[in-house]
């Protein structure tokens, strides 16, 4: 897929502040259409710009990936139910591990040709969805070979954080499939499989995986 990037990148959005097993969910926010808009505009030329250098490197999308989501809520949501059985410790040692992976999993060489070959456009077109997050719409054309350019969708919440506030990505949809069902069918099914129900297990695996 000419837009690979842009699945290390995905949240469930909730309205208020709760405390559960893992950690504290943010408080969040629905953000205007247009500071929307202009937010995934800003994250694409990021993206572009980072991948296009001459020696892309995974900490600079990584640094994109921290900036710009919501890493939180995309660990929690990843877990899905299995998130009680985690302390905050082993959430935040999960979820440090869940990034790297992200990052080394959608960042290797031959996905970031992939989307240098395409081009991006952010369309002026928003939906808000019922999850409180507002949808704004994308495609990706290939450079050359013509053909019926992809269609990329970005879920945005508001995240407060004190007196200030943040704009980011809550779930991305490729084609109208979610990232973030994706990733919770994933990590579930390798939370009962090899890590057998138990955090410190599955933590470890994950951990060997990403070195």
Do not use: C
Not at 42 to 53: E, P, Q, S, Y
Request: glycine share 8%.
């Amino acid at each position: 897929m000419v837009y690979f990037f842009y699945r290390l990148l995905f949240v469930i959005a909730l309205t208020s502040t709760v405390s559960f097993a893992g950690g504290k969910i943010s408080k969040h926010e629905l953000p205007s259409p247009q500071e929307s808009i202009v937010f995934i505009k800003g994250l694409i030329d990021k993206g572009t710009v980072a991948v296009n250098k001459e020696n892309a490197t995974q900490d600079a999308l990584g640094s994109i990936l921290k900036e710009n989501f919501d890493v939180n809520e995309i660990a929690r949501f990843a877990l899905g139910i299995h998130v009680r059985k985690f302390s905050p410790d082993q959430f935040a040692r999960f979820k440090d591990v869940f990034e790297k992976r992200l990052v080394q999993v959608y960042s290797t060489k031959d996905k970031i040709a992939a989307f240098k070959d395409s081009i991006p456009t952010v369309l002026e077109s928003y939906v808000k969805q019922a999850d409180g997050t507002l949808m704004v719409k994308s495609t990706f054309r290939k450079k050359e070979g013509g053909g019926e350019p992809a269609k990329v969708d970005w879920n945005v919440i508001k995240i407060i954080e004190g007196t200030g506030s943040r704009l980011a990505v809550t779930d991305v949809l490729f084609e109208n499939l979610s990232q973030r069902i994706a990733f919770r069918s994933e990590y579930g099914s390798l939370f009962t499989g090899e890590g057998k129900g138990d955090p410190e297990r599955f933590i470890k695996f994950l951990a060997g995986q990403v070195g």
